[in-house]
């Protein structure tokens, strides 16, 4: 059973830099795929950033491209996610999150079923 569990956030003015860590255990490459979700108030569920399943290629949403960086250490069982120029809109819950892939490796969105309890990010202007 793969459980996840954040840790990272925080407050931070406009223009600012976070890191966000995920602690991942009973996970195997095989069978799941990793990345950062956000749910903010009032607004859906976003794909922050993803890691294809084959050669860890990362998938970036379009509002964090440039600004946002997801990578992993497997040595720790660790996921992260370096956020810099921080906005405002970025003020969300973030979860890291565990999918199963699809046969051709892609993990899109919806194929994510495990998540953590989330760590709060908060841009002030």
């Known amino acids: 059973q793969v459980q996840l569990e954040e840790s990272g956030g925080g407050s931070v003015q406009s223009g600012g830099s976070l890191r966000l860590s995920c602690q991942v255990s009973?996970?195997?490459?095989?069978?799941?795929?990793l990345g950062w979700f956000r749910h903010g108030p009032g607004k859906l569920r976003e794909a922050v950033a993803r890691?294809?399943?084959?050669?860890?290629?990362?998938i970036y949403a379009d509002s964090v491209k440039g600004r946002f960086t997801i990578s992993q250490d497997p040595a720790k069982n660790a996921l992260y996610l370096q956020m810099n120029s921080l906005k405002p809109d970025d003020t969300s819950i973030y979860y890291c999150?565990?999918?199963?892939?699809?046969?051709?490796?892609?993990?899109?969105?919806?194929?994510?079923?495990?998540w953590g309890r989330g760590t709060q990010v908060t841009v002030s202007s």
């Open positions: 999150g565990a999918g199963i892939p699809s046969g051709d490796g892609s993990c899109p969105p919806n194929n994510y079923v495990r």
């Open positions: 009973g996970y195997t490459s095989e069978a799941f795929c």
């Open positions: 890691l294809h399943r084959i050669g860890n290629r990362p």
